[in-house]
C-alpha cells in the first residue's frame, strides 16, 4: 500500500508523532492484540477500527485543553475519548502495522445528539470533528 506514495508523504502517513504515538508500547500492544498479523492491511484496518469503536468509550465531556486528551496513549490509558483522540489511536494502531493513515477535521451536524451534549454546546454542529484517513 506504500508504494504508491513519495517518500516524504510516506512520512506523513506511516511516522509517529507527538499525538499519534504508535511507538509507545501501549499503542503497539493495542494494535498487535486487535488486529491479526497474518490478515490483510484492508482486514487489520477494519479489525482495528472496531477495537476502537468498541474498546474506547466515546466521551464527550473529556478534557478538551489537555493535550492528553488527544494523545493516542494516553486515550488507551483512559479508556475513553472524544472523537480526536479516538482518531489518533486509530491511525496510531494503522501506523504500527505499516498501513498509513492521518487525521482529518470536518465540521457535522450530529442529529444523533443528545439533549444534553445539544444544550450544553448550544447547537447539534460538531465542530472540528475527528475522523481517521487511512
Not at 486515550?75 to 480526536?84: E, K, P
Amino acid at each position: 500500500m506504500t508504494d504508491i506514495l513519495h517518500d516524504s508523504e510516506r512520512r506523513l502517513f506511516l511516522d509517529p508523532g507527538d499525538y499519534i504515538d504508535s511507538e509507545h508500547p501501549a499503542v503497539v500492544a493495542f494494535a498487535r492484540e486487535n488486529a491479526p498479523a497474518d490478515a490483510s492491511d484492508r482486514d487489520r484496518a477494519r479489525a482495528l477500527y472496531k477495537a476502537v469503536r468498541d474498546k474506547i468509550r466515546y466521551n464527550p465531556y473529556v478534557n478538551m485543553r489537555s493535550p492528553e486528551t488527544f494523545r493516542a496513549s494516553s486515550v488507551i490509558a483512559a479508556g475513553n475519548a472524544y472523537c480526536v483522540g479516538k482518531a489518533a489511536l486509530f491511525a496510531a494502531a494503522c501506523r504500527v502495522h505499516g498501513i498509513p493513515a492521518r487525521v482529518g477535521f470536518a465540521d457535522v451536524r450530529n442529529h444523533l445528539t443528545t439533549d444534553k451534549l445539544r444544550e450544553s454546546m448550544g447547537t447539534d454542529l460538531f465542530s472540528w470533528h475527528g475522523y481517521t484517513h487511512v
